[in-house]
């Protein structure tokens, strides 16, 4: 069956919590390939192409879905591996690790070249390139904690800082541990590991843990599903620990998980406006029918896609997410409106508005499909042009925010 998964749970957590939680195998999708297959005649077949099987994806989700999309799988499969070979291959010529040396700033999409060393630029160029193609699953923890900042942000503080962080929490309740304890149970319910005793007490001790690191922050949900995944692809804790440390801190805009969410808010604003000006009639048409974007697309930003899109595709997702940071998110959400558009620019009901978008992200299992749509049909958008963006929003979302405060207060006093 594609994507097996094994799980060591003979060992218990050492001090420094860098066992690790789960196994990522090698493994083969043929199987699932001929379990599905139909010899029964053409008719037969056809029927069969819209049949619901299950599977396993390779980080252990049970995936739901037909026969097209386990072949889709399959092809993807082969990519992975291909380009895993393309990874060792650049290894072995450039030297071990060569994808962990520094990056290069550019401003503006424009790399600077002054005194640079023509191999590191080569090397940024490679690796940006190799980036979008996809980072092979054993290269993930690696690299993501490169190419992110949170090699750098882990090496400021002492080696002990996560072991004393967790016993400093251990027995403490907080606003933030209840609604941590209500939503364990939730996360991703349907996964081995993740719904385990052992798994939930490794998601609680990161939730917790960067609750107390950051009390502005505390916790939000949606952080559970983003620990969780975090949790699944870098194998330790702490690796994951710092991980979401650095989106919070560097690669997401600020205040997105704060009690008010004005950063998601502005987010949502900034969304709304480049869904307009990069694909103005879906806007008009959703406009004129009074549909919000923000419905489905505030679950994007806040879980980063992990709760709509397959788990590979979100991974694909995420590893340009780490290396070119937040623009990303709006490349992928206008990807998905663009990738629809005809279909969405025939409906009249706001409800089919969020089952075909619903339906699209989760049998986007074809992560090359998605990105292709998101790079290179939606055109480029630099980070300083969203920036500006997010300033001007800011100052609407912030205006908001402080009426709805004066409204409450007023009530209050008023009762």
């Known amino acids: 069956m594609f994507g097996t998964q094994t799980r060591d749970v003979a060992d218990d957590f050492n001090p420094r919590r860098r066992r690790t939680l789960w196994n990522t195998p090698t493994v083969s999708m043929s199987a699932t390939t001929h379990t599905i297959r139909y010899n029964t005649g053409k008719k037969s077949l056809f029927n069969a192409r819209f049949m619901s099987v299950k599977f ?4 252990g989700f049970m995936v739901e879905g037909n026969v097209d999309d386990v072949n889709v799988l399959n092809e993807v499969r082969e990519r992975i591996t291909e380009q895993g070979r393309v990874w060792w291959a650049l290894e072995a010529n450039k030297g071990a690790n060569w994808y962990l040396q520094p990056k290069i700033s550019s401003n503006e999409g424009v790399i600077s070249v002054t005194s640079l060393k023509l191999s590191v630029l080569t090397n940024t160029i490679t690796l940006r390139r190799l980036i979008r193609k996809g980072v092979p699953p054993v290269l993930r923890p690696k690299v993501w904690l490169s190419v992110s900042g949170a090699a750098k942000k882990r090496s400021t ?41 052992e798994g939930q007490a ?10 107390f690191r950051d009390s502005e922050v505390g916790y939000c949900q949606g952080l559970n599903y983003v620990a969780a995944l975090l949790l699944l692809v870098m194998k330790t804790e702490e690796d994951a620990f710092w991980m979401l440390a650095v989106l919070l801190e560097n690669v997401l805009v600020s205040d997105c998980y704060t009690d008010t969410l004005s950063g998601c808010h502005v987010e949502q604003r900034v969304f709304k406006d480049l869904l307009a000006k990069k ?15 923000s419905l489905v697309a505030t679950e ?14 979100t991974l694909r997702v995420w590893d340009v997410l780490f290396n070119e940071g937040a623009k990303v998110l709006f490349h992928v959400a206008l990807a998905i409106f663009k ?19 619903q339906t699209t992200t989760h049998h986007l299992y074809d992560p090359d499909e998605l990105l292709t749509f998101a790079f290179d049909k939606i055109g480029s958008m630099t980070t300083n042009t969203i920036t500006k963006e997010r300033k001007k929003q800011e100052t609407v979302v912030m205006a908001e925010l ?4 004066r409204r409450l207060s007023s009530l209050k006093m008023d009762g």
């Open 56 to 59: 396993e994806d390779l980080y």
């Open 157 to 197: 503080v002492p080696e002990t800082y996560y072991d004393e962080l967790i016993r400093a929490t251990e027995g403490k309740t907080t606003p933030a541990t209840r609604q941590i304890d209500h939503d364990l149970p939730r996360t991703f319910p349907c996964h081995p590991w993740l719904n385990s005793e």
């Open 202 to 211: 490794s998601l609680r001790r990161v939730l917790v843990g960067y609750s």
């Open 279 to 293: 694909c103005p009639r879906i806007a008009a048409h959703l406009e004129a029918m009074g549909f919000d974007v």
């Open 300 to 313: 994007w930003f806040l879980c980063l896609f992990s709760k709509s899109l397959p788990s590979e595709t």
């Open 339 to 357: 990738m629809r558009e005809d279909d969405l620019l025939c409906i009249r009901q706001l409800g089919d508005v969020i089952d075909i978008l």
């Open 402 to 405: 402080d009426q709805r405060i």
